[in-house]
């Protein structure tokens, strides 16, 4: 069924419709907390907290074609309370917790890992666009609009936290 017809019924009070619109972007809402946090079970709470409160305030959704990116906010606001309540930004990445990434062919262990302690070392707004992006397949137009910023701004900074890591990365070999 067609996303509008679904937010539109969601807005009415359609429980169904509502599940139905989860349903279809769960999966991305998890990957980009996931990303965001960097722990399972605290991406799990952040998109289960957006989702009650995107269901309990779909009424105040103004356009039904912006539901997804209003969801994404809603997520990116979820994570940016965990990261206040418990984020340290100096913990290490281990085998245990840098799992999320899968390692691409042809990296060794020792480069992955390296790639990820520099991504987990980005500021928390870069490391979410470069995720975003680079992770998920969004334009930066798509994550302009998500996090509620200039899509120059969210380009010039994706484009600066790659610089970043490609500096910090060369460094290493």
Request: glycine share 6%.
């Amino acid at each position: 069924m067609e996303e509008r017809l679904l937010v539109k019924r969601a807005k009415r009070g359609d429980v169904d419709a509502f599940a139905e619109l989860y349903g279809k972007i769960y999966k991305k809402l998890y990957q980009f907390a996931l990303y965001t946090l960097k722990d399972p079970e605290d991406a799990k709470d952040a998109v289960s907290a957006a989702v009650t409160d995107a269901f309990e305030s779909i009424g105040k959704l103004r356009k039904e074609e912006a539901f997804s990116s209003w969801m994404y906010r809603i997520v990116a606001n979820k994570c940016n309370q965990k990261m206040r309540e418990y984020y340290v930004q100096t913990e290490e990445l281990t085998e245990d917790n840098a799992g999320i990434f899968e390692e691409p062919e042809g990296d060794t262990r020792e480069e992955s890992m390296e790639v990820r302690r520099v991504f987990f070392g980005l500021p928390k707004e870069d490391r979410m666009i470069v995720g975003m992006h680079v992770f998920l397949g969004y334009k930066l137009r798509e994550i302009a609009q998500v996090l509620g910023m200039n899509e120059n701004t969210v380009r010039s900074r994706q484009k600066r936290a790659m610089e970043q890591m490609g500096k910090q990365l060369e460094g290493l070999r």
